[in-house]
C-alpha cells in the first residue's frame, strides 16, 4: 500500500469520481455512482495494492427460480446469467455464461496466483446487493479498508461473504469498521476460523441482521462473549434476528450460555446450533427457556434497575420541559405587563374590545405537556419480564417464556429421548400460552440425533408445529394444507424432520 496520506486523499477525492449525477425517484433524489465492479479496480491499482484483483459481476436468483430448479424444471430464458470479469491489468471485459450460483464455494481456477477474485451479486432489478470473497488464501486488510472506503455511496450493499479464507485479528477489525461505515446488515464467515477466535467485535455494531460463523472453529469461551452481547440491553440484542454457529466446537456449557441469553432476548428469530457437541444436558436448558420459567433474584434486581433507569431519564426530559414552558410563559407575561404600562387606559380598552382573550394555561396545562413531550421521546417501558408476562405464585415471580424465536436446529448433536419429551412439553406449552401476536417455536430440527426410529412423540411434535404454521398462514393457508399431498407439496420439506 501507498502512505496513509494517499489513503485519506482517496477518501476526500472518491465522491467526487464516484458520484456521476443525480436522479429522482418516488420524489426522493438518489445520487447515481458508477458500477463497483467498474470502479474497484482502478482504485486497487491507483492506491497500489500488492496483489492483482479480479471482480465478477453475478446475479442472484430468487427463491422462485431455486425452487424450480429443486423440482427439476429450470426456468426457461433468463435461467443463467452473464458474469463480467474486469481486471487491473488491462482494461479487457470478459464474457462467460455461467451459472449466477451466489451460495456456491466453487471456483473455476483459470487465475494467477497472486489475483484475488471478488464477486459483485446484483438482483434482478440491478441492484448491487453482496460483496463475495470466497476460498483466499490470504485476505489483505488494505482489500477490506478499500471496500470501506467506497461502500458507503452504495446504498443498495447488504451482505458480504468471506468463506473459506485465511483471516486474522485485522482482517475482522476491518470488517467491522465497514460494517459501520457502510448499510451492510449481514456478514457471512462460514469456513473463515480465527485463531483468537475475537468474533465478538463483529457484534459491537449493534447494525447486523444476520451473523454465520459456522465451520469456524468456535469453543464455549467464544459463545459466553457472543451470548452476553446478545442478552436484554446488549450491543446487538435489538437488532439481530438470525445466528449461525453450525459445526463448530460448542458444549453444553455453551448452550447455556445461550439459554440465559435467551431468557431476556426478544429479537432472535433464527438459531442454528447443528453439529455441535451438545447433549440432552444442553438442550434442555435451551427448551426450558421457551416454556414458563422462575426469575431469580438477580433478575428481579436487574428489572427494577432498568424500570428506575426508565423512570429517571422520563422524570429528567419531564422537568426540563415543564421547566422551558414555565419560563416561556413568565417571560411572556413580563413582555405583557411592560407594554401595558405604556400604553394608556383608553388604548387597552379598545384593544381589548377588538380582539379576543386567548385561554390562558395553567400550570396544569404544562404538566400535562410535558408529560406528553417526555412519553414520546422515551416510549413505552420495554423489558422481556414487563408485568403483563409475569405470573406471582407463593411469592415467587414466573416469566411466560420466550415466544420470540422461531426457528431451532438442533440436528447431528447427541440428542437422546430425552430432548424429544422436553420438546413436546415445550410446544404444547406453547400451544395452550400464546398470547396475541406471538409466534413461538414453528420449526425444529432434530435429525441426526441418537434418537429412536419411531416413538408417539414424533406425531404429536409434527402435528403441533404444522397447526403452529397453518395458524400464522391464515385460511388460504389451512385449506392448501389438508391433505398430505398438498402439504407436501407446499412445504418440501417437513416442519421436524425424524432422525434417519
Not at 418516488?26 to 479496480?41: D, I, L, M, N, S
Not at 470473497?133 to 489483505?140: G, R, W, Y
Not at 461502500?151 to 443498495?156: E, L
Not at 450460555?257 to 442454528?272: E, G, P, V
Amino acid at each position: 500500500m501507498k502512505t496513509t496520506a494517499s489513503m485519506r486523499s482517496l477518501a476526500s477525492r472518491s465522491r467526487k469520481s464516484i458520484v456521476t449525477g443525480v436522479s429522482v425517484r418516488y420524489g426522493r433524489v438518489y445520487e447515481k455512482v458508477q458500477e463497483f465492479e467498474t470502479w474497484f479496480p482502478t482504485i486497487c491499482r491507483k492506491y497500489g495494492l500488492l496483489q492483482t484483483v479480479s471482480v465478477k459481476k453475478e446475479y442472484a436468483r430468487d427463491d422462485y427460480i431455486k425452487h424450480l430448479q429443486m423440482k427439476g424444471k429450470p426456468k426457461e430464458g433468463r435461467s443463467r446469467s452473464q458474469s463480467i470479469t474486469s481486471r487491473v491489468t488491462n482494461a479487457t471485459v470478459i464474457d462467460d455464461k455461467e451459472t449466477a450460483t451466489t451460495g456456491s464455494t466453487e471456483r473455476t481456477n483459470i487465475l494467477e496466483d497472486d489475483t484475488i477474485l471478488l464477486t459483485v451479486v446484483y438482483d434482478n432489478s440491478e441492484r448491487f446487493i453482496e460483496i463475495d470473497l470466497i476460498k483466499l488464501d490470504d485476505v489483505p486488510r488494505e482489500l477490506i479498508k478499500l471496500i470501506g472506503f467506497i461502500a458507503k455511496f452504495y446504498h443498495t450493499l447488504k451482505k458480504i461473504k468471506v468463506q473459506f479464507c485465511t483471516i486474522n485479528d485485522y482482517t475482522v477489525y476491518e470488517l467491522s469498521k465497514l460494517i459501520c461505515l457502510s448499510t451492510l446488515c449481514e456478514v457471512d464467515l462460514d469456513g473463515s476460523a480465527l485463531a483468537t477466535g475475537n468474533y465478538g467485535i463483529l457484534f459491537d455494531s449493534g447494525r447486523l441482521n444476520s451473523i454465520s460463523l459456522s465451520k469456524c472453529c468456535i469453543n464455549d469461551v467464544v459463545v459466553e462473549e457472543i451470548a452476553r452481547k446478545l442478552c436484554f440491553g446488549g450491543i446487538a440484542e435489538s437488532n439481530l434476528y438470525t445466528l449461525n454457529l453450525s459445526t463448530n466446537r460448542i458444549t453444553d456449557v455453551g448452550a447455556k450460555y445461550l439459554s440465559i441469553a435467551l431468557r431476556t432476548n426478544r429479537t432472535l428469530r433464527y438459531l442454528n446450533l447443528a453439529d455441535n457437541r451438545i447433549t440432552d444436558e444442553g438442550a434442555c436448558s435451551i427448551l426450558d427457556v421457551f416454556k414458563e420459567f422462575q426469575l431469580t433474584s438477580e433478575e428481579i434486581v436487574q428489572k427494577s434497575q432498568r424500570y428506575m433507569t426508565y423512570e429517571r431519564q422520563r422524570l429528567a426530559i419531564y422537568y426540563k420541559y415543564l421547566a422551558t414552558y414555565t419560563n416561556r410563559n413568565d417571560d411572556e407575561n413580563s413582555k405583557d405587563r411592560s407594554s401595558d404600562r405604556r400604553k394608556s387606559m383608553a388604548a387597552r380598552r379598545s384593544s381589548k374590545s377588538q380582539k379576543s382573550s386567548p385561554k390562558s394555561f395553567t400550570l396544569e396545562d404544562y404538566k400535562n405537556k410535558a408529560e406528553c413531550l417526555a412519553g414520546e421521546m422515551m416510549g413505552p417501558f420495554r423489558d422481556p419480564y414487563q408485568s403483563n408476562l409475569l405470573s406471582v405464585r407463593d411469592s415467587k415471580y414466573y416469566c411466560i417464556g420466550n415466544m420470540a424465536l422461531c426457528f431451532l436446529n438442533l440436528s447431528f448433536n447427541n440428542l437422546a429421548y430425552p430432548s424429544v419429551q422436553r420438546l413436546l412439553n415445550v410446544l404444547q406449552y406453547q400451544r395452550d400460552s400464546k398470547r396475541l401476536g406471538q409466534t413461538g417455536l414453528i420449526r425444529v430440527i432434530i435429525r441426526g440425533n441418537n434418537l429412536p426410529i419411531s416413538c408417539v412423540e414424533y406425531a404429536k411434535i409434527d402435528d403441533l408445529l404444522t397447526k403452529c404454521m397453518m395458524s400464522l398462514g391464515g385460511k388460504a393457508f389451512s385449506e392448501r394444507r389438508k391433505s398430505r399431498a398438498s402439504r407436501i407439496s407446499v412445504m418440501p420439506e417437513k416442519m421436524l424432520l425424524l432422525p434417519r
